[in-house]
């Protein structure tokens, strides 16, 4: 069974930076596609950062242009996000993806909590 478990969330005050893991196990094919969405208090899911591991291309929601970095190790089939410069609007719960070549299925994590606050 395919399991994607996040870590990193956690209490920061605005201005601060935290960094988000995912690692992936239960399979021994890497992502092609891996990446971050968040959901904030009664508001739909949005697509934060989305990166590829033939690096073709990267995405960033305009919001956190400038201030995060979605990073892939698929050696270690594990994505990241380098969040710097947070605010108060960053706090959601954040959940990481995985993707398959050529497949539409998306595998998730859990979800990690970051709140942002002084």
């Known amino acids: 069974q395919i399991q994607l478990v996040e870590s990193g969330g956690g209490l920061v005050q605005p201005g601060g930076s935290l960094r988000l893991a995912c690692a992936a196990s239960g399979t021994s094919r890497s992502f092609y596609a891996m990446g971050w969405y968040r959901r904030e208090p009664g508001q739909e899911r949005e697509l934060v950062a989305q990166t590829f591991s033939d690096g073709s291309s990267t995405y960033y929601t305009d919001s956190v242009k400038g201030r995060f970095t979605v990073s892939l190790d698929s050696a270690k089939n594990s994505v990241y996000l380098q969040m710097n410069t947070l605010e108060p609007e960053d706090t959601a719960v954040y959940y990481c993806?995985?993707?398959?070549?050529?497949?539409?299925?998306?595998?998730w994590g859990q979800g990690t909590k970051v709140t942002v606050s002084s």
């Open positions: 993806f995985g993707r398959f070549f050529t497949e539409t299925t998306a595998y």
